[in-house]
């Protein structure tokens, strides 16, 4: 029984430690990401931010369309700089009802070098932790288009 308790003790302690260190790694990459459900042609689309590199990616629910991608050189420090990851990791892994109704979803996802955690919710309706950089996202998002 001890062994047990021991054995349940330092798992417990494994896993508080992998939440400590989400919230102080260094971020390698962030995605962002819409969504809606009920729509034909280019439906889903994923901004990611990695190596200085903002690539876009166009995804159409019409099998016949080819996806689309574009990309462009930034600075992404300037962003990730930006991600309190104590407030992010706290943030529930859904929020609100993202695409009921059609009313689409949006989504960021942060990746360290041990791992990520994706946070989706209503499109629109940001959750405050992530206000101090989605605009950036977002204006980085348009920016590249359509990628015709």
Same mark, same amino acid.
């Given at each position: 029984?001890? #062994?047990? $308790?021991?054995?349940?003790?330092?798992?417990?302690? =494994?896993?508080?430690? +992998?939440?400590?260190?989400?919230?102080? #790694?260094?971020?390698? @990459?962030?995605?962002? &990401?819409?969504?809606?459900?009920? *729509?034909? &042609?280019? +439906?889903?689309?994923?901004? %990611?931010?990695?190596?200085?590199? =903002?690539?876009?990616?166009?995804? !159409?629910?019409?099998? !016949?369309? $080819?996806?689309? !991608? *574009?990309?462009?050189? /930034?600075?992404?420090?300037?962003?990730?700089?930006?991600?309190?990851?104590?407030?992010?990791?706290? #943030?529930?892994?859904?929020?609100? *009802?993202?695409? *009921? =109704?059609? &009313?689409?979803?949006?989504? %960021?996802?942060?990746?360290?070098? /041990?791992? !990520?955690? @994706?946070?989706?919710?209503?499109? &629109? @309706?940001?959750?405050?932790?992530?206000?101090?950089?989605?605009?950036?996202?977002? $204006?980085?998002?348009?920016?590249?288009?359509?990628?015709?």
């Amino acid at each position: 029984m001890k #062994l047990i $308790s021991i054995a349940f003790v330092f798992f417990a302690v =494994a896993l508080s430690n +992998c939440q400590d260190d989400f919230r102080t #790694l260094e971020i390698t @990459k962030i995605k962002y &990401g819409t969504s809606f459900g009920m *729509c034909m &042609g280019y +439906c889903t689309q994923i901004l %990611i931010i990695e190596n200085n590199i =903002a690539s876009k990616k166009l995804v !159409s629910r019409n099998e !016949s369309d $080819s996806e689309k !991608s *574009c990309s462009r050189s /930034i600075n992404s420090s300037e962003i990730f700089s930006q991600v309190n990851r104590e407030r992010f990791n706290d #943030l529930p892994e859904t929020i609100g *009802c993202p695409d *009921c =109704a059609d &009313g689409g979803s949006e989504w %960021i996802e942060i990746t360290t070098n /041990i791992g !990520s955690k @994706k946070v989706i919710y209503e499109y &629109g @309706k940001e959750p405050n932790e992530v206000k101090g950089y989605i605009d950036d996202l977002r $204006s980085l998002y348009e920016e590249l288009g359509t990628c015709e």
